[in-house]
């Protein structure tokens, strides 16, 4: 895409009425127009034999499938069952046609010995002995729910030697002896501060319960303009606590059933997060439990001795800025009660194994790379099977691969080798894996290993794209370009419309979400972005992932520390100009953002903090105030006590300052962001005498508006971008001819979020 030679000196023409038409009916056509193109994209594994075989369907041509059977130690792959036959078994039984390399059958489960099937096909259920060929009608399997908890939420508890029954009864705890009376054990319950979730140390002694007071609790409205029942508008009330509220604390007691005396223990008012699981020793004398502080600045696991009712801290993890919660990883062996856990303190995310016996942590892992999440613990080999990312430094830092390492922190071993980002499916005895790894670039690749040394087995199916490609397809492309500090690589993708001319100028428009609570450029393979229908339209469609998002070093996910208003836009603002001094077809006369939720946030910013960059936006239930949002999300990010810096960094505040064309939806039940956060941006720039454009949509929830929000976000931006005219659409016809084209249906959706 590059091209020698002096940048335009500005925009292109408009487009025609008829271009802009063809360009609607070519973007609203990209996801049919690839989709089941490519073959092989996925495998899923089914694993038989005690673990030695497996078996998946394969695309064979569009349309056309097989099933495969493997074994694992020599890697031979044949037919699972002979499909001529199959078929032929088939039709007989339901009467109707059936082909042998398009067998209509779904819910497919081979037995353990892998000499019956069991499928549905038009509706019925049958079996298949692969012996005979004998088709019969079975039975619907049964679907698997879990049971339901007759208890009420952890109401009740019996103890382990079945003598004593501990229940919650009109917010008090009583106790009752097998085939004795009810003793109460506490007697000042009520509606605000009550008991709950007794718990038994695992030789029956001791009984662990809280005393829960309740915090503010205050409500949120929503008002349901166009309920389906007709009549009244309907509101809904719901708790929904904000920063700054008094939420709901937890106290810790614990009871001796032989004297039904309850004595407080020395653990610390749990004044946040969630109301604590017990986790009990070996021994069965003491119970660990876990504690994030209000301001995410401390993490502890701390263990209490019931007896006594002594408190001691075994884990503590205390970042200058905030703990994470949303990566909190902790396990606890049940062989020897150590415990493994992530932390963040060097500086990157690493496992660390604590002995509580004599409170030694060691690290398990380390390095300027991040262990993103842990597979499985094995408790007999001592061994751990983690996700980790930045291990590579030549590849992309994001890509993920997996390890196996010991609990002192020997024997790493990468299990998955290849270029790529990796997704794992390993066997039930965990001694073969298929590694399927693609980039977005390139094509996903399956492969079986296995697990003892990370030895390739066999290369299973190669994606085919084939047909996709005879489509026009592109993937997109990968740019890197460095942050705000001059070093730091910043990742990220570019979209380009099919009928791209490296002649023409083009806007550009970045589909924004700068949540901290992960990365969000796609880094796997794809035969569709929506990304791509909005390019298709004219545009050039970028997406990255600035500082202050998450899976790089803590410094990068720092700068997001009550900073949210940040955005990571001195980053992306120079990787858009690094791709546009590249590629001079992209105008930065013409910049466009758009995003939803955090990214609605984000978009709207743009046009507040950087209007001499970002001319255009399209924001969609945005938390423009994050005091009015969420406790835990914001307060993890912003911090508390909720200071001066919430307001300083409110869209609402900053209402005044909007220059450009902006566009904000919201949908009117959004139980996620509360309406009333874009509302009251609404209601700040009317006072500042601003004009922009609002779509409030009746019945939807946490959405970006569906199709119909679709079809708008397209319009917008091809009228304040492109300076061009969009269909008729109150004319009946869609931009293909069809009445409204696809964006129709959208009309009756509705999006509950």
Same mark, same amino acid.
């Given at each position: 895409?590059?091209?020698?030679?002096?940048?335009r000196?500005?925009?292109?023409?408009?487009?025609?009425?008829?271009?802009?038409r063809?360009?609607?009916r070519?973007?609203?056509?990209?996801?049919?127009?690839?989709?089941?193109?490519?073959?092989?994209?996925?495998?899923?594994?089914?694993?038989?034999?005690?673990?030695?075989?497996?078996?998946?369907?394969?695309d064979?041509?569009?349309e056309?499938?097989?099933?495969?059977?493997?074994?694992?130690?020599?890697?031979?792959?044949?037919?699972?069952?002979?499909?001529?036959?199959?078929?032929?078994?088939?039709?007989?039984?339901?009467?109707?046609?059936a082909?042998?390399?398009?067998?209509?059958?779904?819910?497919?489960?081979?037995?353990?010995?892998?000499?019956?099937?069991?499928?549905?096909?038009?509706?019925?259920?049958?079996?298949?002995?692969?012996?005979?060929?004998?088709?019969?009608?079975?039975?619907?399997?049964?679907?698997?729910?879990?049971?339901?908890?007759? $208890?009420?939420?952890?109401?009740?508890?019996?103890?382990?030697?079945?003598?004593?029954?501990?229940?919650?009864?009109?917010?008090?705890?009583?106790?009752?002896?097998?085939?004795?009376?009810?003793?109460?054990?506490?007697?000042?319950?009520?509606?605000?501060?009550?008991?709950?979730?007794?718990?038994?140390?695992?030789?029956?002694?001791?009984?662990?319960?809280?005393?829960?007071?309740?915090?503010?609790?205050?409500?949120?409205?929503?008002?349901?303009?166009?309920?389906?029942?007709?009549?009244?508008a309907?509101?809904?009330?719901?708790?929904?606590?904000?920063?700054?509220?008094?939420v709901?604390?937890?106290?810790?007691?614990?009871? +001796?059933?032989?004297?039904?005396?309850?004595?407080?223990?020395?653990?610390?008012?749990?004044?946040?997060?969630?109301?604590?699981?017990?986790?009990?020793?070996?021994?069965?004398?003491?119970?660990?439990?876990?504690?994030?502080?209000?301001?995410?600045?401390?993490?502890?696991?701390?263990?209490?001795?019931?007896?006594?009712?002594?408190?001691?801290?075994?884990?503590?993890?205390?970042?200058?800025?905030?703990? +994470?919660?949303?990566?909190?990883?902790?396990y606890?062996?049940?062989?020897?009660?150590?415990?493994?856990?992530?932390?963040?303190?060097?500086?990157?995310?690493?496992?660390?194994?604590? +002995?509580?016996?004599?409170?030694?942590?060691?690290?398990?892992?380390?390095?300027?790379?991040?262990?993103?999440?842990?597979?499985?613990?094995?408790?007999?080999?001592?061994?751990?099977?983690?996700?980790?990312?930045?291990v590579?430094?030549?590849?992309?830092?994001?890509?993920?691969?997996?390890?196996?390492?010991?609990?002192?922190?020997?024997?790493?071993?990468?299990?998955?080798?290849?270029?790529g980002?990796?997704?794992?499916?390993?066997?039930?005895?965990?001694?073969?894996?298929?590694?399927?790894?693609?980039?977005?670039?390139?094509?996903?690749?399956h492969?079986?290993?296995?697990t003892?040394?990370?030895?390739?087995?066999?290369?299973?199916?190669?994606?085919?794209?084939?047909?996709?490609?005879?489509?026009?397809?592109?993937?997109?492309?990968?740019?890197?370009?460095?942050?705000?500090d001059?070093?730091?690589?910043?990742?990220?993708?570019?979209?380009r419309?099919?009928?791209?001319?490296?002649?023409?100028?083009y806007?550009?428009?970045?589909?924004?979400?700068?949540?901290?609570?992960?990365?969000?450029?796609?880094?796997?393979?794809?035969?569709?972005?929506?990304?791509?229908?909005?390019?298709?339209?004219?545009?050039?469609?970028?997406?990255?992932?600035?500082?202050?998002?998450?899976?790089?070093?803590?410094?990068?996910?720092?700068?997001?520390?009550?900073?949210?208003?940040?955005?990571?836009?001195?980053?992306?603002?120079?990787?858009?100009?690094?791709?546009?001094?590249?590629?001079?077809?992209?105008?930065?006369s013409?910049?466009?953002?758009?995003?939803?939720?955090?990214?609605?946030?984000s978009?709207?910013?743009?046009?507040?903090?950087?209007?001499?960059?970002?001319?255009?936006?399209?924001s969609?239930?945005?938390?423009? +105030?994050?005091?009015?949002?969420?406790?835990?999300?914001?307060?993890?990010?912003? $911090?508390?006590?909720?200071?001066?810096?919430?307001?300083?960094?409110?869209?609402?505040?900053?209402?005044?300052?909007?220059?450009?064309k902006?566009?904000?939806?919201?949908?009117?039940?959004?139980?996620?962001?509360?309406?009333?956060?874009?509302?009251?941006?609404?209601?700040?720039?009317?006072?500042?005498?601003?004009?922009?454009?609002?779509?409030?949509?009746?019945?939807?929830?946490?959405?970006?508006?569906?199709?119909?929000?679709?079809?708008?976000?397209?319009?917008?931006?091809?009228?304040?971008?492109?300076?061009?005219?969009?269909p008729?659409w109150?004319?009946?016809?869609?931009?293909?001819?069809?009445?409204?084209?696809?964006?129709?249906p959208?009309?009756?959706?509705?999006?509950?979020?």
């Open positions: 895409w590059a091209r020698d030679g002096p940048r000196s500005g925009p292109s023409l408009p487009a025609s009425p008829t271009e802009v063809e360009n609607y070519k973007a609203q056509s990209l996801r049919s127009l690839y989709s089941n193109k490519a073959l092989n994209l996925n495998l899923q594994a089914n694993w038989y034999d005690s673990g030695k075989r497996l078996w998946y369907r394969r064979t041509a569009p056309r499938t097989e099933f495969v059977s493997v074994n694992c130690d020599s890697g031979e792959r044949k037919p699972l069952f002979d499909h001529k036959r199959f078929a032929e078994a088939l039709a007989k039984v339901t009467g109707r046609p082909e042998a390399n398009q067998l209509p059958i779904t819910g497919v489960r081979l037995a353990e010995t892998g000499k019956s099937l069991n499928f549905s096909s038009s509706g019925r259920s049958y079996s298949c002995n692969l012996d005979t060929y004998e088709i019969a009608a079975t039975e619907a399997p049964p679907i698997n729910r879990p049971p339901a908890n007759r $208890g009420g939420s952890g109401d009740s508890a019996r103890s382990p030697d079945r003598k004593w029954t501990a229940r919650i009864v009109d917010r008090n705890l009583v106790l009752q002896a097998e085939g004795g009376e009810p003793v109460p054990l506490t007697k000042d319950g009520y509606e605000r501060a009550y008991y709950a979730r007794p718990a038994w140390s695992p030789d029956s002694r001791f009984l662990v319960f809280l005393k829960l007071t309740a915090g503010d609790r205050l409500p949120v409205y929503l008002v349901e303009s166009s309920p389906s029942s007709g009549g009244r309907k509101l809904i009330t719901r708790s929904y606590d904000l920063p700054g509220d008094k709901d604390t937890y106290e810790m007691l614990v009871c +001796d059933p032989a004297t039904a005396e309850v004595r407080a223990t020395q653990a610390e008012v749990i004044d946040y997060w969630q109301m604590p699981s017990f986790r009990w020793n070996r021994a069965g004398d003491r119970f660990t439990y876990e504690k994030l502080d209000r301001g995410y600045g401390r993490w502890r696991i701390l263990e209490i001795d019931p007896s006594t009712g002594d408190a001691r801290t075994l884990v503590d993890d205390r970042p200058t800025t905030f703990f +994470d919660i949303t990566s909190k990883y902790s606890y062996s049940s062989r020897t009660d150590e415990i493994i856990w992530r932390s963040e303190k060097t500086g990157w995310a690493h496992l660390y194994l604590t +002995d509580p016996a004599t409170l030694k942590t060691q690290a398990i892992t380390s390095g300027k790379w991040v262990v993103r999440s842990v597979l499985h613990v094995d408790e007999e080999r001592r061994k751990i099977v983690f996700a980790a990312s930045g590579h430094p030549e590849e992309d830092p994001y890509f993920l691969h997996y390890f196996e390492v010991g609990w002192d922190g020997k024997g790493l071993r990468e299990l998955t080798p290849s270029r980002n990796h997704q794992t499916q390993f066997s039930p005895t965990r001694e073969y894996f298929v590694d399927s790894h693609s980039a977005v670039d390139s094509a996903p690749v492969e079986l290993r296995r003892a040394d990370g030895s390739l087995v066999a290369v299973l199916e190669r994606a085919d794209l084939t047909a996709l490609e005879a489509t026009g397809w592109r993937p997109p492309e990968v740019f890197v370009a460095k942050g705000r001059g070093e730091t690589d910043i990742w990220g993708l570019i979209f419309p099919s009928h791209f001319d490296p002649e023409k100028s806007p550009i428009i970045e589909d924004i979400y700068a949540g901290p609570q992960d990365s969000f450029v796609p880094k796997s393979f794809a035969p569709y972005f929506s990304m791509q229908s909005l390019a298709e339209l004219g545009f050039i469609v970028v997406k990255m992932d600035g500082m202050g998002t998450r899976n790089r070093s803590k410094a990068f996910h720092d700068v997001c520390w009550k900073n949210l208003g940040d955005h990571g836009f001195p980053d992306r603002i120079l990787w858009i100009r690094a791709m546009a001094e590249k590629y001079p077809s992209a105008d930065l013409r910049i466009g953002v758009f995003g939803t939720s955090a990214g609605g946030q978009s709207t910013a743009a046009l507040l903090f950087h209007p001499d960059f970002y001319r255009v936006a399209v969609a239930c945005g938390c423009h +105030d994050n005091r009015m949002d969420k406790v835990w999300w914001n307060e993890q990010w912003m $911090g508390y006590p909720v200071g001066p810096h919430y307001e300083a960094q409110s869209n609402i505040t900053h209402a005044g300052k909007l220059k450009g902006l566009l904000l939806i919201v949908g009117e039940l959004d139980q996620n962001v509360p309406p009333e956060s874009t509302y009251r941006l609404v209601d700040a720039l009317i006072k500042a005498g601003k004009d922009f454009d609002f779509l409030m949509i009746p019945g939807a929830g946490h959405t970006s508006g569906g199709s119909y929000g679709d079809r708008r976000r397209w319009d917008y931006f091809v009228r304040h971008l492109l300076n061009a005219e969009t008729d109150n004319s009946g016809e869609g931009a293909g001819g069809d009445r409204a084209g696809p964006f129709a959208s009309l009756k959706r509705r999006c509950l979020g």
